[in-house]
């Protein structure tokens, strides 16, 4: 028995790097996003990004106070109101700058989890009126 030689075929696109001979490839269109899924990725990036913002915060805390950044901050402020009652340190303490970061960072995740959801909505409409997204697949 021999064996009929498989027909390969190539992929047709405008680039000839991306042509992949021998390959199997499949040309779908994405016509729907599911609103629910959409708003579970966005809720993980906006945790992602929440944990970012407040780590980032303390950071830059930490290394301001160890340059003595606050500390040139408290002789100016002195010089300029006339006298040496103002502390830097004080009203930007760690904790409160922390806690006003991880406001911020929940803040933000909600309205990136919010934004998600109403993106994908956005992308059903106009998927309905222009036929989607053409995508092309190969299992190579």
Same mark, same amino acid.
């Given at each position: 028995?021999?064996?009929?030689?498989?027909?390969?075929?190539?992929?047709?696109? &405008?680039?000839?790097?991306?042509?992949?001979?021998? &390959?199997?490839? !499949?040309?779908?269109?994405?016509?729907?996003?599911?609103?629910? %899924?959409?708003?579970?990725?966005? *809720?993980?990036?906006?945790? !992602?990004? &929440?944990?970012?913002?407040?780590?980032?915060?303390?950071?830059?805390? +930490? !290394?301001?106070? @160890?340059?003595?950044?606050?500390?040139?901050?408290?002789?100016?402020?002195?010089?300029?109101?006339?006298? %040496?009652? *103002?502390?830097?340190?004080?009203?930007? %303490?760690?904790? @409160?700058? !922390?806690? *006003?970061?991880?406001?911020?960072?929940?803040?933000?995740?909600?309205?990136?989890? +919010?934004?998600?959801?109403?993106?994908? +909505?956005?992308?059903? +409409?106009?998927?309905?009126?222009?036929?989607?997204?053409?995508?092309?697949?190969?299992?190579?």
């Amino acid at each position: 028995m021999s064996k009929k030689p498989r027909k390969v075929r190539q992929w047709l696109t &405008a680039d000839s790097e991306t042509n992949v001979s021998g &390959a199997t490839h !499949v040309r779908l269109r994405l016509v729907y996003v599911d609103w629910v %899924s959409a708003m579970k990725m966005s *809720f993980l990036v906006g945790i !992602v990004q &929440a944990v970012v913002i407040i780590v980032a915060t303390a950071i830059l805390h +930490v !290394v301001l106070v @160890q340059t003595g950044l606050f500390s040139a901050a408290n002789a100016i402020i002195g010089s300029v109101i006339g006298g %040496s009652g *103002f502390d830097v340190n004080t009203v930007l %303490s760690f904790g @409160q700058t !922390v806690a *006003f970061a991880a406001v911020i960072g929940i803040l933000n995740m909600v309205v990136i989890t +919010v934004m998600g959801g109403i993106v994908a +909505v956005i992308y059903n +409409v106009i998927a309905k009126m222009t036929g989607g997204i053409k995508v092309g697949l190969s299992d190579k």
